[in-house]
DNA sequence: ACTATATTGAAAATGGTTTCCATTATCAAT
DNA sequence: ATTGATAATGGAAACCATTTTCAATATAGT
């Protein structure tokens, strides 16, 4: 019993200092179902905190992947996009689709557990057939949602 | 019968000009294996015609990926990487396998069959559920190569 | 509170990619 | 084959997400 939040716990735990702007961008990432960029990530931390700097935030979204606590995508708009590996608003595990114009994302869990199935299988075969340790995956589907193609 | 070789017949049927350019990259991908990066292709490219320029080769890319004709891929390595569609050297459907060491990338073809047709079930869904007109997918295993982790 | 040390913020640098624009090449029509 | 409308090109500069630098500040164990 640490007495401390799970997350900042984790901070401890690898020996890291627990900062203001460490628990601001935590508990926004804790609050919302989006991928935000660091960019979405900065303007939301400083209306909790002005004095928080562009340049802190992507250190701690880096610093946040590196410790394996959030995940870091790239769903082709030329920005990294970043969401909370356990994240209370959402399904543990999913795979995304993303809309190539709106850019919107949407959390899918249809077949998960089968695809995880597989993927554990496959994983497994990569890793003793090219000696790869692999640590992750992704799967994105990519496409055009309705309201981007009114017609039809 | 057009009597052109059909990725140069892809340009006419798209109303765009064959250029010289566009020859010298078509055929350097035409004879890689590799994913390569726009600056990749522009060194290899000005070894043929050395008045190609780095714009014209991003032009390009872009172009040929609008069409279809080229995939365009980021491995987290910041930069895009390309890969001719049908590309001769490679199998056709394949996944990939990422080094986030060296960078070397694995396409693999294991299970290839079964991811196609979960992907092709799990696209069916999607696009119904969501609304999204799906067109592409992708499946990417991330992890260290044996290489790059030379003990054990 | 004090101190060693990690962290921060601002400004500048970086680097892949895009834009601008004047020049040049392509190709359908002659 | 030549022409002319138009698309494509190349170089320089701009762009913009991200990283680096470095002096100032905050954290956590004592």
Redesign the interface.
């Known amino acids: 019993m640490s007495g401390y939040p799970l997350r900042q716990q984790r901070l401890y735990d690898f020996g890291l200092k627990l900062t203001n702007p460490r628990k601001v961008i935590i508990n926004l990432l804790k609050n919302t179902d989006k991928h935000l960029s660091a960019e979405e990530i900065y303007l939301d931390a400083i209306k909790t905190n002005p004095s928080i700097g562009l340049t802190t935030v992507y250190r701690t979204l880096d610093l946040f992947f590196q410790i394996g606590m959030v995940q870091k995508y790239?769903f082709?708009d030329d920005r990294a996009r970043y969401e909370l590996t356990d994240n209370p608003f959402k399904n543990q595990h999913h795979h995304h689709?993303v809309?190539v114009k709106c850019r919107t994302i949407?959390d899918?869990t249809?077949?998960v557990n089968?695809?995880l199935e597989?993927m554990n299988?496959?994983?497994k075969?990569?890793?003793e057939?090219?000696?790869?340790?692999?640590?992750?995956?992704?799967?994105?589907?990519?496409?055009?949602?309705?309201h981007c193609?009114p017609v039809q």
């Open positions: 790239d082709g689709l809309c949407v899918y249809d077949f089968e695809e597989l299988k496959t994983e075969i990569l890793s057939k090219y000696q790869y340790k692999i640590f992750h995956h992704t799967i994105h589907f990519y496409g055009v949602c309705t193609r």
